[in-house]
């Protein structure tokens, strides 16, 4: 069977079959009794929009969910393959031009720049393949 990744959160706004929730993700260490002495704790609210399993309403707890693979691609698109694109136009460029760092650093960036506008290009498609789904508590 799949592993799931779950947060619960509130359901914001319902629009269609879809619902707007917000959830909040906390640090390891938010529930401990001395976070008020430390300040390492920390919480962040987040919001996105679910696929609904069945009628909610605003106010509603929910759960939302995501397949676990669809978060390690998700970590590949956003972090794994713009390293590596950086990476190979600092080779290739190094190659070309290897006493000049601030062209090789200077296209390289551009280059994650440029894979960014890219992936931004297919927004629509990615996000009909990173679904979440949203099920009532």
Request: positive net charge.
């Amino acid at each position: 069977m799949e592993e799931l990744i779950r947060h619960t959160g509130v359901v914001m706004s319902v629009n269609g079959n879809m619902a707007h929730v917000a959830i909040v993700q906390t640090s390891a260490c938010s529930a401990c009794k001395a976070k008020s002495m430390c300040m390492s704790s920390e919480s962040r609210q987040k919001e996105m929009d679910a696929i609904m399993t069945e009628p909610m309403a605003v106010g509603d707890k929910v759960e939302v969910e995501v397949r676990e693979h669809l978060a390690w691609r998700a970590v590949l698109l956003a972090y794994v393959l713009p390293f590596v694109v950086m990476l190979v136009v600092m080779v290739a460029l190094t190659c070309l031009t290897p006493y000049n760092e601030a062209i090789v650093g200077s296209v390289s960036l551009a280059s994650i720049a440029l894979y960014y506008i890219v992936l931004g290009a297919f927004k629509g498609r990615l996000q009909k393949q990173f679904s979440f789904t949203a099920r009532k508590l």
